[in-house]
């Protein structure tokens, strides 16, 4: 039967090789040199507090790590994804190609990605915000339109 800080031992030998990490690369992680760390793989010492904060950060399941129970990593939780304003984006896209066929100008796909994802960014914080869109006054005066506002 293996004792409680040997099966840390082990755990924390798997949750280092899956974060991809040498000894000295999760010593350092965890707030320790090597030899403590070392120790902690050897199942001569537990980990303090401040190593266990420092590999839940990394993502690592700090009560599997403990005792067993669940996987090395924690799940992820959910990331909400924004939803898109379809009406706003295609505005975005017209103010853009409006100003390149008034004034006969070309831009690179990427460019003109950047520049309507920027367009719409703006757009949607105004609009969260409650004030009108200076987005098509911003565009003239960047890309050297003249302003009429």
């Given at each position: 039967m293996t004792s ?7 755990r924390l ?12 690369e999760?010593?350092?992680r ?6 403590p760390y ?10 303090l507090?401040e ?5 839940a950060e990394a ?5 599997w ?9 924690r799940?992820a939780?959910?990331?909400?994804t924004?939803?898109?304003?379809v ?6 896209v017209?103010l853009?190609?409006?100003w ?7 831009m690179?796909?990427?460019r003109?990605a950047?520049?309507v ?6 757009t ?8 009108p869109s200076?987005v ?6 960047v890309?050297g339109g003249?302003?009429d506002g």
């Amino acid at each position: 039967m293996t004792s409680r800080k040997e099966d840390v031992a082990e755990r924390l030998r798997q949750a280092r090789k899956h974060l991809g990490l040498s000894q000295a690369e999760m010593a350092a992680r965890m707030g320790v040199v090597v030899r403590p760390y070392q120790s902690y793989e050897a199942g001569k010492r537990l980990p303090l507090a401040e190593g266990l904060a420092a590999l839940a950060e990394a993502g690592i399941d700090v009560t599997w790590l403990l005792i067993g129970d669940g996987q090395v990593c924690r799940e992820a939780p959910p990331v909400p994804t924004p939803s898109l304003d379809v009406a706003l984006l295609c505005e975005a896209v017209r103010l853009v190609e409006d100003w390149l066929t008034a004034n006969g100008r070309t831009m690179a796909a990427e460019r003109k990605a950047e520049v309507v994802s920027t367009i719409y960014d703006m757009t949607a914080d105004d609009a969260a915000a409650g004030q009108p869109s200076q987005v098509a006054r911003v565009l003239r005066l960047v890309v050297g339109g003249k302003d009429d506002g």
